[in-house]
């Protein structure tokens, strides 16, 4: 499938409530180049996992646990978690395509344990994060266009988006791969804890 459609139908799906979580994987898909041997060995385990998180039990979830803190962030900033329906299709393009679908099934998660917000400066963080931990070229791409022009969008954020984009690469640098690891089976557990286990315990994260 080319890109050009799979972006045609990855707009229809978006479109609909039921499939945004097939149409956010296949843009993913559309987008994102495959990434460097490295990460394609290390993602290669991982190749059609895509866990379903059902939102109604991350809110039940103590304070502190993991799952809770990514319910509060999805409530804070009116997102709705990804749940893809998988049809056989896309479970083929997703053992293919491991790294944009690792990204984009988990990007939510990745914001609470590495501790950014859904603002612009956040956003840049995470696209710094991901250049940090050498994705892919894509997201250089996605990080330099945010701090060219989301601060004309925004212009008395642009420190925030810069120092954002900045505090989101050494993370990324100081951390092992994240996206090899199933954190998604890790939900139930206390948030910081997570985070120590995973390397993510730099200066840089706020204890919360």
Known sequence: MRRTQMLREASALLANRETMGDGALLKSIALTGSGSARVRAALAPLAGFVADVDPAILAVMPEGIFGRAVHTFCVANRIELL?????????????????????????????VLVDEGADYAGEAAVYGFACGQGLSATYWLALVTACLFWPLMRPLQLLAIWRGAVRGFRKGRATPLLLAVRFEERLGEP????????????PTHAAH
């Open 83 to 111: 749940r893809p329906t998988m049809t056989a299709r896309l479970r083929v393009l997703a053992e293919e395509h491991v790294l944009p679908v690792r990204y984009a099934a988990t990007h939510d998660l990745v914001h």
């Open 191 to 202: 948030l910081l804890e997570v985070r120590r286990s995973l390397g993510l315990t730099h």
